[in-house]
């Protein structure tokens, strides 16, 4: 059912916010994506894998092969009597729509799907191929998702030559900033080892807590770099803490932390990897670490995408992207190491995971423009 006097991309945001499809579960958002680019000739194929849904879209044959990438899970809304709205009611108010996923990400849901829709009405004879992945475990573990239809696409020798992501990229206004790269990040799962017992007869006990504090001390006050020409310098940080049997009487044996680096071009798991083992041996702690990969850093220094989406945006706010690296991971690093181009660009950012997450409608109908411009432009 559409809204009268909305366009389609607001009447498609609306009708994807009202499921409410937390993390892995879909609940219908791609049939409606499925189901809207039916009209023009899509064919479109679903690929599950442990409980995760994606649909992978496509018009046309052979290059340049153009993918939007997104998803359609979102966070949950957690205790929704904090709502000024209902966070699935999508309701519009003075031009902005309210719900969970109208930033993050569904209205950028909304506007590629629409525009690949539109691009294909008017050019139903282009060059290459267009289409759009989309994914309902991006906000978890990505297990099933991204990376499953990746290792899809490179058997099928369906190598996107360009991707763009929807995700919420701008900082203060709409237009002001294309992420043309992200930080990879690396998580390390450390188990600090102690003797427990009794907090009466220290000289008995190796309490691990302190140990950990030492450890910690040591990985905060590390400059892990100075940065590089597109990145910040790496940042670390301590996410997890669990200790001690929860008496007051108790020494405990071990301790666990987890913490996470996100790091630019001049840092890499091993780097990081060689300076922990480093600080152990010098501050005489012993751990067991597991390191988890979570992405690598990318970038796209410059191209006929950047090119295009740079002056689409241009044509339609009136101002010039800046160019950001800053920020967390997307599902774009789980493309790039395909040799794709990745940028993203979509709505403000202000509001993703909040409470009364919201959009402005207008800027939802400029990303739909944007889209159909740089579509345009790389298929000239």
């Avoid at 282009?126 to 490179?154: R, W």
């Avoid at 200790?243 to 680096?261: D, F, L, Q, R």
């Avoid at 990081?272 to 990969?293: G, M, S």
Wanted: net charge negative.
């Amino acid at each position: 059912m559409t809204i009268n006097n909305l366009s389609k991309t607001a009447n498609l945001a609306v009708s994807l916010i009202k499921i409410p499809s937390v993390t892995p579960y879909d609940l219908g958002c791609q049939t409606l994506i499925r189901q809207t680019l039916d009209e023009v000739g899509f064919k479109s194929l679903t690929l599950k894998d442990s409980g995760t849904e994606n649909i992978l879209s496509l018009h046309g044959s052979g290059s340049p092969f153009f993918l939007f990438l997104g998803h359609t899970d979102v966070v949950s809304p957690g205790d929704e009597s904090s709502w000024k709205h209902n966070p699935y009611g999508a309701e519009i108010i003075d031009g902005v729509l309210h719900g969970r996923g109208s930033q993050d990400m569904k209205g950028s849901d909304a506007a590629m799907t629409i525009a690949l829709l539109d691009f294909v009405k008017a050019n139903p004879n282009h060059k290459g191929t267009v289409g759009i992945l989309l994914t309902s475990n991006e906000e978890g573990d990505a297990k099933g998702g991204t990376p499953f239809v990746v290792e899809y696409l490179k058997k099928q020798n369906l190598i996107p030559d360009y991707c763009l992501v929807g995700e919420p990229s701008c900082s203060e206004s709409f237009g002001d900033t294309i992420k043309n790269g992200r930080r990879g990040s690396v998580t390390a799962h450390i188990t600090v080892k102690g003797v427990q017992g009794h907090v009466a007869y220290p000289q008995k006990c190796d309490n691990a807590a302190h140990h950990a504090a030492v450890l910690i001390n040591a990985l905060n006050n590390t400059v892990w770099d100075e940065g590089s020409q597109f990145f910040p310098p790496s940042s670390f940080q301590v996410t997890n803490m669990q200790c001690g049997t929860g008496a007051e009487n108790v020494v405990p044996g071990s301790c666990y932390i987890m913490c996470n680096w996100r790091y630019n071009d001049a840092l890499n798991k091993d780097l990081i990897e060689e300076k922990i083992t480093e600080i152990l041996k010098q501050e005489k702690i012993e751990a067991d670490i597991r390191y988890v990969v979570n992405g690598l850093p990318f970038i796209t220094k410059g191209g006929a995408l950047l090119e295009a989406l740079n002056k689409s945006i241009e044509e339609i706010v009136g101002q010039k992207a800046k160019l950001s690296t800053a920020g967390g991971t997307s599902d774009g690093r789980f493309v790039a190491p395909l040799g794709t181009k990745v940028v993203e660009f979509g709505p403000l950012s202000t509001l993703i995971h909040k409470v009364n997450e919201a959009v402005d409608l207008e800027s939802l109908d400029k990303l739909h423009d944007i889209y159909v411009k740089t579509l345009e432009k790389i298929n000239l």
